[in-house]
């Protein structure tokens, strides 16, 4: 009897499927996974249905995080191209040939840094050769200044200054480095940014612990690394709902969970729902829930299953 329902269950999904974008989350029910292979697998060696629930979204998040990674290398790839015909002539260049002579050193440092940093560049040599570079402009800039400035005293020999145009010519070229490295820093960061939501909506609701990912996995770390199944039924339970709404891609979906509360904190519940939508803003959130901490907040949305079954 229980394998027909979970039969049924399993085609109503299916039918869903075809016509809408369906999450549904019964993560304590063993039919809930789609994958029966990775069932039978991963029931040898937990206990918890949850931590087969849980197995499924992992691969499944690794495989999302390793698509990021190739997109950011992507980026870096075109920045490292970018950055070498940028050296090559241009009728660009031919119609701009000023140079800035208001500068921030420290900001320009800085900047240099990070930009060599994303070429796959750094180290103290590095480090002096920016600097030598910064000084160079500076000096440059200076001489430059005092030129410009007459003063009654001066005669020809004490105007007699150093114009270091090679100077002026690198900062230029490196001017455009930074603002292309600039560029591609905020595209990584798009590319990047919902799995940076991801983790700090996990760090907000379970502050004594970080999680970050290594090679495309996601790993715990507390005072050392733990593993996931070591984690709280309650955490596992965030986990589980925190990754689904992230593997939606931010994407129109129909997101159902049943009793999502099981095991969640009276203060995770008050927060869950507006934590998934953050995490998918385009989802339609429908749940199954006794929890008043979890409907409270949207008390003009809640239909109450009596009212339909008499109606």
């Known amino acids: 009897m229980r ?17 809408v974008s369906l999450a549904s989350l019964s993560v304590y029910r063993i039919g809930g996974d789609p994958d029966p292979e990775l069932r039978e697998r991963v029931s040898r060696r937990y206990a918890s249905t949850v931590d087969v629930r849980l197995a499924s979204l992992m691969q499944r998040l690794t495989q999302y995080q390793l698509e990021l990674s190739n997109q950011a290398r992507l980026i870096s790839s075109g920045l490292q191209r970018d950055v070498l015909t940028s050296l090559l002539y241009s009728d660009e260049k031919a119609k701009n040939p000023g140079y800035t002579m208001d500068f921030d050193e420290t900001a320009e440092r800085q900047k240099l840094i990070s930009a060599y940093r994303q070429l796959g560049v750094s180290g103290q040599d590095i480090a002096k050769k920016i600097q030598d570079h910064i000084s160079a402009f500076t000096k440059t ?14 005669t020809p020999e004490s105007k007699r200054v150093r114009i270091d145009l090679a100077a002026l010519e690198a ?24 799995i940076d939501l991801f983790l700090a909506t996990l760090k907000s609701f379970v502050p004594d612990k970080t999680f970050k990912f290594q090679a495309g996995e996601l790993f715990v770390v507390t005072e050392g690394a733990i593993p996931l199944a070591k984690l709280s039924s309650g955490e ?22 049943d009793e999502p509360e099981l095991s969640l904190h009276i203060s995770w ?3 869950i729902i507006s934590a998934i939508r953050s995490i998918n803003p385009n989802a339609q959130i ?20 009596e009212d339909i079954l008499r109606g």
């Open 3 to 19: 394998r027909r329902a979970l039969e049924e269950a399993q085609r109503i999904k299916f039918e869903l499927n075809r016509l």
């Open 141 to 154: 800039v200076k001489n430059l200044k005092e030129l410009s400035q007459p003063n009654a005293s001066d």
């Open 171 to 194: 900062f230029k070229l490196t001017t455009t480095v930074v603002g292309m490295s600039l560029s591609a820093e905020e595209k990584t960061k798009t590319i990047f940014s919902q």
């Open 236 to 257: 596992k339970q965030l986990l589980i709902l925190f990754i689904e709404a992230l593997l939606q891609r931010q994407q129109p979906y129909i997101f159902m969970a």
């Open 269 to 271: 519940q008050r927060n």
């Open 286 to 305: 429908i749940v199954a829930t006794h929890s008043p901490e979890i409907a409270g907040k949207f008390k003009d949305r809640i239909v109450d299953m």
